[in-house]
């Protein structure tokens, strides 16, 4: 890829990390793809990685492989154990190099934190602390076990060696094996491997020295380390400093890679948007100024070019990984060296789709981009031309909608998009309204420019009826019409009740009502979460920074509950608690008075009241349905696509329009 960027040259300067020369400084960084079949790699694998070196990324770390059984952590995981693993993995190889990346893979042992589920294996940890994984336990590893894990990093270097990557990069980040052998607190052992800065180290160093000795002087060899620094009990950015700098005089490390998080702070380990941008820099610029060999990678919440550019111009590191980034647009890094920054699309940093499906033990994919996962099936991230262009018509602007006409128009067909409102989004423009939120907005703007420059006719403020689409006569019509929140105040958690007594009472809205500021609850506002997403959570945060006081009543056991999954739960609530907003769990309304709410208890059937000035209703939506029924009617073939199919969250909104857009 040529090297034309004038807007991010630090960006796109070459950097010889060992023996290699990599094409620019960007780095899709290890991350759990999960996409192994029987532990071994598959086409999915291939192609999603291939994807992003044609994309231009310089360095492509490969998702960590456990070294051991005991290391196992899901159904995804590379098998650790065996040389069967080469021969695929030299196919997997051969998809990023040949494409001009440098292949790095890296490997882990999670210690304490690993999963039973998975492994049917024993935790084994420096001294036996509990997992911060889940419930169990770990036991002190003997001797002979520290070795067996020692060989087992060895031996998984010496098949990545076999399989043609590069280099391995040794996990010592999140509070895994090596960090935890590293830390006090977690090391209180009292033989060769504990109690001094020097046995703790033991065994990174022996495990760096022997894959130096089995893979040679060309192998590239890097450490992943994180902080955190809201936990007194893990390593300082001091220590970590002092423990890196001893590594990289005793010339056993090419390169160190810095994130942040870990299984005590697990919400900054993938942070979301409640999170800073460019999170690791800070320890990538504590790590640097110590480092004299190895180069400095700096990862976590890099979303963007901008952000890249700007942690190296300060100096904070010689790389950038930007992984989320480059889920979300493959190709982020040819599209910024040729300073077309504004065609990328931006991740939204949801984790919705990767964390959130990994978190559930799938293979991942992207909230805004469905190819993710999907790229040996769909040609990546690109798109065929249509065999034969034809005049297409989508009504609704949503995300489902916005999709279908880009790529549909992407193919060459002839694109209207009809839009009832004033805007192009949808719900999803309302969400970008929400605190904290306004990537949504920015993704929205990027639909914007993709469409005009296909030459979507986009017609907003534009009703259509059965008649209308009839006098167009398109040879294709998708319906793309969303959902809107149902009238009834039907609670799930009470089925038999179909309508909620006292609805007819008033003061009751709906979040998109609110949101889109077409009314104004009152000071107290109750506030029904039958969701537990950002439809609820991300409402209440808002009417809570406008002054309002605000409590949440939820049927589920704690607030926020679909949002567990991408780590936004915790510091939702953290941030709900600072603005006074209060919540109820385990409840639903069993009437409403007009000026107050009698609340049930799930659990204990007792009721008691609660007085406010309004309620405001985050439920599940119904399908905006009425178009397909008419058409129906006039014998005019559709297809439904999004919400107006079945209201459900975003990602799929976005998959219904690709897929149909791709089948035209």
């Not at 949808?426 to 309204?433: E, I």
């Amino acid at each position: 890829m040529a090297t034309v960027s004038k807007q991010f040259s630090r960006l796109f300067s070459s950097l010889t990390i060992g023996t290699r020369t990599l094409r620019n400084r960007i780095v899709f960084g290890a991350h759990t793809a999960n996409m192994a079949v029987n532990g071994l790699p598959t086409e999915r694998h291939a192609a999603y990685y291939a994807e992003r070196a044609k994309g231009g990324a310089g360095m492509i770390v490969v998702e960590p492989m456990p070294v051991h059984p005991a290391a196992i952590l899901t159904r995804g995981n590379f098998r650790p154990c065996d040389d069967s693993v080469i021969a695929p993995f030299k196919k997997l190889v051969g998809a990023i190099k040949d494409n001009g990346a440098v292949a790095i893979q890296q490997l882990y042992h999670i210690g304490a934190h690993g999963d039973s589920d998975n492994s049917f294996h024993p935790h084994w940890s420096p001294s036996g602390l509990p997992s911060y994984h889940d419930s169990d336990g770990s036991h002190a590893m003997s001797e002979a076990e520290i070795w067996e894990t020692i060989e087992g990093f060895v031996e998984a270097a010496r098949r990545c060696r076999a399989a043609g990557f590069d280099g391995v990069e040794v996990w010592a980040a999140y509070l895994g094996l090596v960090d935890q052998f590293w830390t006090p607190w977690t090391n209180r052992r009292q033989d060769r491997w504990g109690g001094t800065l020097e046995n703790r180290m033991r065994l990174s160093r022996e495990i760096l020295t022997r894959i130096r000795e089995t893979c040679g002087e060309d192998f590239i060899i890097g450490l992943a380390i994180s902080d955190e620094p809201d936990y007194s009990v893990a390593l300082s950015r001091d220590e970590l400093a002092e423990i890196v700098g001893l590594h990289d005089r005793q010339g056993l490390i090419d390169y160190v890679t810095c994130g942040s998080g870990g299984y005590l702070d697990f919400h900054k380990l993938m942070p979301t948007f409640l999170y800073p941008e460019k999170l690791g820099a800070d320890l990538a610029a504590r790590i640097k100024a110590v480092t004299t060999h190895a180069v400095v990678i700096a990862e976590s919440h890099i979303r963007t070019p901008e952000n890249a550019e700007t942690v190296l111009s300060e100096g904070s590191a010689d790389l950038v990984s930007i992984v989320r980034g480059q889920i979300a647009d493959p190709h982020l890094a040819r599209k910024a060296s040729e300073d077309r920054a504004a065609d990328i699309r931006g991740c939204i940093s949801c984790n919705q789709m990767c964390w959130g499906r990994r978190s559930r033990d799938y293979w991942i994919s992207c909230l805004i981009n469905p190819s993710v996962g999907r790229e040996f099936m769909w040609g990546g991230d690109r798109f065929e031309p249509a065999t034969t262009p034809r005049n297409v018509l989508v009504v609704g602007g949503g995300p489902a909608g916005l999709e279908a006409a880009r790529v549909a128009a992407e193919r060459g067909h002839k694109v209207t998009l009809a839009e009832a409102s004033s805007r192009l989004g949808g719900n999803f423009h309302l969400a970008g309204l929400q605190p904290r939120r306004a990537q949504i907005l920015d993704l929205l703007a990027w639909y914007e420019r993709q469409l005009h420059k296909l030459g979507v006719d986009v017609r907003l403020n534009c009703y259509m009826e059965a008649d209308d689409v009839a006098v167009m006569a398109p040879d294709a019509v998708i319906l793309a019409t969303g959902s809107l929140p149902p009238d009834t105040g039907f609670q799930k958690a009470l089925p038999a009740i179909e309508t909620l007594p006292g609805i007819d009472k008033g003061n009751v809205f709906s979040i998109e009502a609110v949101i889109s500021r077409q009314t104004r609850p009152g000071k107290r506002v109750l506030l029904l979460d039958e969701g537990g997403g950002w439809r609820g959570g991300g409402t209440a945060w808002k009417l809570a920074e406008e002054g309002h006081e605000v409590t949440i009543l939820t049927p589920d056991a704690f607030v926020g509950k679909e949002l567990q999954r991408t780590t936004a739960d915790v510091p939702l609530r953290r941030t709900l608690k600072k603005l006074g907003v209060t919540w109820q769990v385990e409840v639903s309304i069993a009437e409403w008075h007009g000026q107050g709410a009698t609340i049930i208890d799930h659990n204990s059937g007792e009721r008691s009241f609660i007085a406010a000035d309004s309620l405001v209703l985050a439920m599940t939506n119904l399908p905006a349905s009425w178009l397909a029924s008419d058409l129906a009617a006039q014998g005019i073939s559709y297809v439904e696509i999004g919400d107006c199919a079945a209201p459900r969250q975003a990602p799929y909104a976005f998959f219904d329009g690709r897929k149909v857009a791709l089948g035209l």
